[in-house]
Structures are given as C-alpha cells and as structure tokens.
C-alpha cells in the first residue's frame, strides 16, 4: 500500500471550470489551525479538500473522529501557510511576496 503522504496531486485549481464539482456537495470541513489566533479556522468543501490532501482524505476516514465531527485540528500548524494552501486550492497558483531585501546567493 502506497503512503497517501507521498501521492502526488495534479491540480490546477477550480477556474478551470473541470474542478467546480469539488465545490459541490452538502458537507463542509471545519479546519481549526495553529493555537494562538482563534480565528484561524476555514470552512472548506470536503470533496475540495479531500482531493488537494491525502492527509485530510486519511484524516477524515469514517474510522476517526474527524469523520465524524466534520472538524480537523492542526495545531502545530501555521496559519499562514495554511491560508496559502487554500489560495492554491482555489485557484492552482501559490503567489508569493519578496521583499526588496530577501536576496538569494548561491
């Protein structure tokens, strides 16, 4: 059996209009991240999710807790990055900032 952390997902976004079917659907997922900032939680299509993280599709197998409640908690996640990880759910692309002064030196 395969660890479903390694699989790879070939996903360019729902604006392609071929993905609007993973907005579909009666079930939304509670995702609760990091501890600090109690606002730091996304309501997200389950079929959405399940398809962008093998880890949330193993989380929220009908064996776990998850499953039932509809919520995953990741604490010791941060909710920044996890905020990126939704952009790119979204829309397939992951914009990222630089700032004048990051510099890369090989």
Sequence with gaps: MTDSTSKM??????????????????????????????SAEWHLPKLLLTHCSPFVAAALDERFAEAKSNKVLLPDENPGTFETFVQWMYTGEIQIDVRPDDSYED
Excluded: A, C, F, M
């Design 9 to 38: 997902v070939d996903y360019k976004g729902i604006k392609d209009g071929k993905s609007l079917r993973l907005l579909e659907g009666p079930i939304n997922i509670t995702v609760r991240v990091g501890t600090q900032d109690p």
